[in-house]
């Protein structure tokens, strides 16, 4: 069972920037396991379905970014800390929404960026951005 826990979001002006972080953890989580999934981030707004931010491989040598992201948001992972990051810059207000880190295990050389092939997710961090 793998525990995931969100943190970083809050209110920022048009322009800004937040980092998120996701900690992973687990009875018997460790590097090795932690680096055997592949993770990623969505987010859902108010009314609208969940949608697909960015995905990092267990190598953390692949990264994929939804459109609307790209070239705003980064995403990264430190194997020592468990822990995944999503650096978002230059935040709009369409991007307000609840941030999700979900994880998907056996995945080291890629990862997939359909919400359904998640197996674990955290309990979401309100990011709110104003105009």
């Known amino acids: 069972q793998v525990q995931l826990v969100e943190s970083g979001g809050g209110l920022v002006q048009a322009g800004g920037s937040l980092r998120l972080s996701c900690a992973a953890s687990?009875?018997?989580?460790?590097?090795?396991?932690?680096?055997?999934?592949?993770m990623g981030w969505f987010r859902q707004a108010p009314g609208k379905e969940r949608d697909f931010v960015a995905a990092?491989?267990?190598?953390?040598?692949?990264?994929y970014y939804a459109g609307s992201v790209k070239g705003r948001f980064t995403i990264s992972r430190d194997s020592a800390k468990n822990t995944v990051y999503l650096q978002m810059n230059s935040l709009k207000p369409e991007d307000t929404a609840v941030y999700y880190c979900?994880?998907?295990?056996?995945?080291?050389?890629?990862?997939?960026?359909?919400?359904?092939?998640?197996?674990?997710w955290g309990q979401g961090t309100q990011v709110t951005v104003s105009s």
């Open positions: 687990g009875r018997t989580f460790n590097i090795r396991t932690f680096n055997s999934y592949a």
């Open positions: 990092i491989s267990g190598s953390g040598g692949s990264t």
């Open positions: 979900a994880a998907d295990p056996d995945r080291y050389y890629s990862a997939r960026t359909n919400d359904r092939e998640y197996d674990y």
